[in-house]
């Protein structure tokens, strides 16, 4: 490929990424999923307008780096230590029922493949993209319900925080495993060492970002750092600790999300975001979907797939939140509106086929379980609060 030529693919992406992102809106769906379709529809599978590359792949690394900075600066590290222990175990609950329900789902399909491939430790990454919540849709549905401040949508939101920071942790273990020679000691090792490197430099770096702050609010410096540090630590996470980046992207940004200018910072780094960097992540999962290899076995697993990732998290978060002394109609609430996936789950896959443990023909398979949850989830939420309005029972 020419040089020049990428500016072609990327003006491509864009506005394929821009409309169907728009279309997508319009059916109420978030707009991620019309820039997974985008690129779909211009990659090899269908239009074949732009191809894969190195360059494209690089900056979808970008792009993954900034979401989970993001995703760090918006997290309330408040909200986490005041949402008590019911929220924590609804989370740790909502993460390890998905986790080995999608695993013991891939050995079941492929367990009797090919021995020389690492599938145990692929089934793993299969169940580690179980593990992911996004609540954006859940939020509005309860939002346009007029529950989001309630009991049911505090715990959904929390829990949701929790359940971030432990997939994180999730995938940082499970990717130390990607060398057969590394020991589960090693990468516990590592994990707890890079976790201990974070707090003690973080809080050095949240000190002088304070500090900073309070002597130049609202300049350009301030976000310009926080790039810096958080590229320094993405960078630092794979290269001495063996830890995956987007974890060192994520961490960079629970250091600074309770900085007055948190807001500020995240506002200016959603600038590159939303112009460039995320609509080619999400587009470059399209146009790394491998459509044409989806034999009848892979559909009939696709459609399992999504079934357990749904009713995973019912079980697991429900049924916790049951325990925890909710009754059946909060319970299940809860369950439904913790069942909705989206970026996580897409960076999880993106981060499973950089790792080569998984094979890209299964982001049809995520891809298909991000788009019925998104349609699902808001309508049965509807459908649970509706039913209890008929029979008179409120919400405490």
């Given amino acids: 490929m020419e040089t020049y030529e990428i500016f072609r693919d990327i003006a491509i992406i864009l506005v394929a990424a821009k409309f169907c992102g728009l279309a997508a809106r319009q059916l109420h769906m978030p707009s991620v999923v019309g820039n997974i379709i985008a690129g779909l529809l211009i990659g090899p599978c269908v239009l074949n307008l732009v191809q894969p590359s190195d360059f494209l792949s690089q900056?979808?690394?970008?792009?993954?780096?900034?979401?989970?900075?993001?995703?760090?600066?918006?997290?309330?590290?408040?909200?986490?230590i005041r949402s008590g222990p019911k929220a924590l175990a609804v989370a740790a609950s909502g993460v390890i029922v998905p986790l080995v329900a999608g695993t013991a789902l891939f050995l079941a399909f492929y367990g009797q493949a090919d021995t020389q491939r690492n599938l145990f430790y692929e089934a793993l990454f299969i169940g580690c993209i179980l593990t992911a919540t996004s609540v954006s849709i859940t939020v509005e549905a309860l939002r346009e319900l007029g529950h989001l401040k309630g009991k049911v949508g505090t715990t959904i939101m929390s829990a949701a925080i929790i359940d971030d920071v432990l997939g994180i942790i999730v995938?940082?273990?499970?990717?130390?495993?990607?060398?057969?020679?590394?020991?589960?000691?090693?990468?516990?090792?590592?994990t707890v060492a890079f976790f201990v490197f974070s707090a003690v430099v973080g809080y050095l770096i949240f000190r002088y970002f304070k500090w900073m702050d309070a002597k130049h609010p609202h300049t350009r410096r301030v976000p310009i750092l926080a790039l810096a540090f958080c590229m320094a630590m993405s960078y630092i996470a794979e290269a001495y600790?063996?830890?995956?980046?987007?974890?060192?992207?994520?961490?960079?940004?629970?250091?600074?999300?309770?900085?007055?200018?948190?807001?500020?910072?995240?506002?200016?780094?959603?600038?590159?975001?939303?112009?460039?960097?995320?609509?080619?992540?999400?587009?470059?999962?399209?146009?790394?979907?491998?459509?044409?290899?989806?034999d009848t076995k892979l559909m009939l697993f696709t459609m399992v797939f999504v079934v357990v990732a749904l009713l995973a998290k019912i079980v697991g978060c429900g049924g916790m939140a049951r325990l925890c002394g909710f009754n059946g109609g909060q319970s299940l609430k809860i369950g439904v509106g913790m069942m909705n996936r989206g970026e996580v789950a897409l960076i999880v896959a993106q981060k499973g086929l950089a790792l080569g443990l998984l094979n890209s023909m299964f982001f049809t398979s995520v891809i298909m379980l991000i788009l019925i949850s998104a349609i699902v989830t808001p309508i049965v939420l509807k459908v649970l609060y509706q039913r209890d309005e008929r029979r008179g029972i409120a919400e405490e």
């Fill in 59 to 80: 900056m979808a690394e970008i792009g993954v780096v900034l979401l989970m900075f993001s995703a760090g600066l918006e997290s309330d590290t408040k909200e986490i």
């Fill in 241 to 294: 600790f063996g830890i995956a980046d987007i974890t060192g992207a994520y961490l960079a940004g629970l250091v600074l999300s309770n900085l007055n200018d948190a807001p500020y910072i995240e506002r200016k780094m959603d600038i590159n975001a939303y112009i460039i960097f995320g609509p080619l992540f999400f587009a470059s999962i399209g146009l790394s979907t491998d459509v044409g290899d989806m």
């Fill in 171 to 190: 995938l940082t273990l499970i990717s130390g495993l990607k060398d057969p020679d590394t020991s589960i000691v090693m990468v516990g090792i590592n």
